[in-house]
């Protein structure tokens, strides 16, 4: 362990982009009309990843989040990232 890390949570939630084809949101779309819910107009089905790691601080476990998703967790071609949370754990 570093001098001073913490131990930090990022919560990353990775989307497709506007106009790219998401079969697994048009699926529940459908079930959930055949089901009743009538008021869903649209579902987006994408992922969400829980990372955990030892930081120096808050900011450098948010820029670690960020290069992560960009490199490894989301497809920049077809998907997007955002950054939901980075909170320090007891």
Known sequence: MRGEAMQYRMSVRVMPKAGISD???KAIHD???QL?????TSV???KSFEVDGEYDSEE???QEAHSLAA???ANPVIETYEIVDVSELA
């Open 23 to 25: 079969p697994e949101g």
């Open 44 to 46: 987006h089905a994408g």
């Open 31 to 33: 079930a959930a009309l």
């Open 36 to 40: 009743g819910y009538h008021q869903v």
């Open 71 to 73: 490199r490894l967790l």
């Open 60 to 62: 450098a476990a948010r």
